[in-house]
């Protein structure tokens, strides 16, 4: 298995423009995790889905951030408009349940928000 | 409210000294615990999961213990490499029926060849 896959990697845009990150979880696992990654504020779960279905978003931010889970391989997190304050690593995880929920991470996302 | 902690921050120690890393939670109640190593710049890669029913789990020169009635784990390493640099954190699954993980802030460790 390739593992989380996520794009892209690095992303640099302009205050006020939307940016939209992706990632595929492992096949066959049935919950996908977003986490914000800050030297300020460490690792922060933003949202999470099972089956598809967002169970806890709690931890988005603020109304600009929302994501989505159309089918079980892909997911996408997206920030309208973006600010410099949402310059962070944003990482993807996914777990399944038949292996004692040990999670696996994405190689993230790098934001920088100009 | 679950709470996980990691003392110290950082760690600096020669090569092919023996170490501990320490993980501690304020709640006994868990499903499991897991350890994760961070290379900087990079993602978050599984070491070790240790399940609330068990004592310790081992992969190669790593041991990981857990202790849930004084609310601790400890992540051994043996004879460290400058490869072991990185930070370390550990992560418990409260009990719940939710696939949540509670992260430690993390300890960085340095090896000195």
């Known amino acids: 298995d390739a593992g989380v896959i996520q794009s892209p990697r690095h992303e640099v845009t302009e205050m006020g423009q939307e940016v939209t990150l992706r990632c595929k979880p492992i096949s066959g696992h049935d919950y996908l995790f977003w986490y914000r990654q800050t030297m300020m504020r460490g690792l922060e779960l933003l949202i999470y889905f099972n089956n598809n279905v967002p169970i806890d978003d709690s931890g988005m931010p603020e109304d600009r951030f929302s994501a989505k889970m159309p089918n079980a391989s892909f997911s996408t997190l997206k920030i309208q408009p973006s600010e410099p304050r949402d310059s962070a690593v944003y990482f993807c995880a996914s777990s399944g349940t038949s292996g004692y929920n040990e999670q696996f991470f994405g190689p993230g996302t790098r934001l920088t928000v100009l | 409210k679950q709470e996980v902690t990691q003392i110290p921050a950082a760690l600096s120690v020669p090569e092919g000294e023996n170490l501990v890393l320490n993980c501690s939670f304020t709640d006994s109640a868990i499903y499991n615990l897991q350890w994760f190593r961070q290379d900087p710049g990079k993602g978050l890669t599984s070491l070790l999961l240790?399940?609330?029913?068990?004592r310790e789990q081992t992969s190669g020169r790593l041991n990981a213990s857990l202790d849930k009635s004084s609310g601790r784990s400890t992540l051994y390493i043996a004879a460290s490499q400058p490869g072991d640099s990185a930070t370390y954190l550990c992560?418990?699954?409260?009990?719940?029926?939710?696939?949540?993980?509670?992260f430690g802030q993390g300890t960085t460790l340095q090896v000195k060849p």
């Open positions: 992560a418990l699954k409260p009990p719940s029926n939710t696939g949540k993980l509670i």
């Open positions: 240790i399940q609330s029913s068990q």
